[in-house]
C-alpha cells in the first residue's frame, strides 16, 4: 500500500490542522474543547469535500456507473477498501476532482448522491458551502478568546452546529424510510452509514451545549483547563 494515498490524505490534513490547534490549546487542557477541535476540522474537511460534490457532480455521476457495474450487487465494500487505499501524488492532494471520489463511492449505498435533484445530495452541498466559516470562527474563538464576541460566537455557534445536527438527523431518518439499508449488511450499514451520521449528530450536540454555556455566562469559560 503506498505511503500518501486516500485515507493518508485524509489523516494528513486532520493530524496538520487539529497540530496547529493543539499547539495553542493543549490536547489534555480540556477534552471537550479538543473533541470539538477536532470535530470542527473534520467537518471543515468533509464541507471542502461537498463543494466538491456540487462542482463535479457530473464526473461524480460518470464514475457512479462504473463503480455500480464493477462493484454493484455485493461488492461495495471492496470499492471502499480501493478507494481509500487508492494511491494519491501530493499535487492530488489539492485536485477536487479526486476528493470527489467519495461520493461516487457511497452513491452506491445511496444514489442520492449522484442525483443533483435530491435531498441527500443538497443537504451536503449545503453543509459544505455554509458550515467552513462557523467551525473557523469557533476554532479562532477557542485559541483567541480575548479577540471575540461571546454572544456573536456563541449565536454563530449554536445556530451552526444546529443545522449540522438537524441535517444530519432528516437525512439519516429519510435513508430508514427509503428502506436503503435492506441493499447493505449490518457492517456496511453500521460503518458507512450508522458511525458517520452519529458523528455529525453527537458532536454538533456537543457544540451546542458549549454554546449554550457561552450565551449563558456571557464569556468563554467553558474553553478553559480542566
Known sequence: MAIL?????????????????????KLTG???VSLLIFFNNLNIFIAICEIQLHRHIDLIR?????????????????????????????????????????????????PSYQNPE????????????TTILPCVIVNASILFPQAFSSLFVGCVAIASY????????????S?????????MDVLQFVLFVGITNMVWIIFPALGIWMAIHILNDGNFSVFDPR
Request: hydrophobic share 45%.
Open 5 to 25: 494515498n486516500f485515507s493518508s490524505g485524509i489523516f494528513l490534513w486532520l493530524a496538520l490542522t487539529c497540530g496547529i490547534c493543539f499547539a495553542k490549546n
Open 175 to 183: 435513508f430508514l424510510h427509503n428502506e436503503r439499508q435492506k441493499k
Open 30 to 32: 480540556n477534552i471537550s
Open 162 to 173: 444546529w443545522q449540522m445536527l438537524y441535517g444530519t438527523l432528516v437525512y439519516f431518518l
Open 118 to 129: 435530491s435531498f441527500g445530495f443538497f443537504i451536503d452541498v449545503g453543509n459544505g458551502y
Open 62 to 110: 460518470r464514475e457512479y456507473q462504473i463503480l455500480q457495474d464493477k462493484y454493484g450487487g455485493g461488492n461495495e465494500f471492496e470499492a471502499c477498501v480501493n478507494l481509500l487505499s487508492m494511491s494519491m501524488t501530493p499535487r492530488q492532494l489539492f485536485d477536487g476532482r479526486i476528493w470527489a471520489l467519495m461520493w461516487s463511492t457511497y452513491a452506491l449505498f445511496d
